[in-house]
């Protein structure tokens, strides 16, 4: 697998990052009516049922893990599904969507840095050039936010906090997908972060808003479940197996890009000369870093081993 991934993988991963933008609108308009630990709970119920389901539909039966993939999958539930979504949630009470998606640009600083500590991946100057575009966006947009208060500062740190869970789920899911296919890895991941979240939600949430939050609401959870987890998750994970971490995980700097858009659009909330002017930035970087403006071939060619390389 030693030529260059092409567009496909970054498809998928634009796929992803447009469905957790729209996320970002789902979670902040379900949030006003019912607790966070029960829609965290309710999206991974449903999701979980629907992946397993498929896997089923594919691979005619329920792989059976090994103890030591059981751990990995225990670590992407309660990482990128438990943790990230409690923060996640919670964020989104506090601030608005377009605001706390801002800090998923944090993401690709903190995925990458894993990814060459753990990974052993190199960062070139096109990267970083891109990177810092990416950053520069995303500074742009924060200057003209309207946030500042101490709500928007509790919010913003919970989803950086999100952001961490979610660089480290990157990482397991990278190991994971030596051995297993994006739909199983998914699956069981989904299923893992379920159980972690559903007893949590029972005993410190009430639950009768939730059940009485009306088509809307529960529409807000569909589509939580099946495109912000389903899709979302199936599209990063065959996107970011193809491609080094540190490269794919850029990709996730056009979230506040869709997040902005879609919630102007569906939220009412303005977007102005500073979430467009950012937008371009970000794109940018993102197009750049991904090699797919075509400046990786300006600079000496150098083969990288991918951990992603063997993935079956």
Known sequence: MGRAPGL??????????AFWGGSFVAGRFVVQGAHPLVVAALRFLLASAVLLILVVRREGRLPRPTSRDAAYFFGLGLTGVAMYNVLFFYGLTWATASESSLIIAAGPVVTSLLGIVALGERVTATK?????????????????????TSSAWVGDLLQFGAVVAWAVYSLLGKQVMRRHSALVSTAYGSTAGAAILTPLALVAAPWRPTLHMGPAGWGAVAYLALFGT??????????LRRVELSRGSVMLNAVPFWAAVLSALLLGE???????????????GVLLTSGILGFNRLLPRRRVRRAGDHAT
């Open 230 to 239: 389903v899709l979302g998750f199936v599209f990063w994970y065959e996107g």
């Open 128 to 148: 970083s050039t891109g990177i810092a575009l990416s950053i520069a966006g995303v500074a742009v947009v924060a200057g003209g936010a309207s946030g500042g």
């Open 270 to 284: 303005r977007l102005g000369w500073s979430e467009v002017a950012g937008a371009v930035l970000v794109i940018t």
């Open 8 to 17: 496909v993988p970054y498809l998928y991963l634009a796929g992803a990052t």
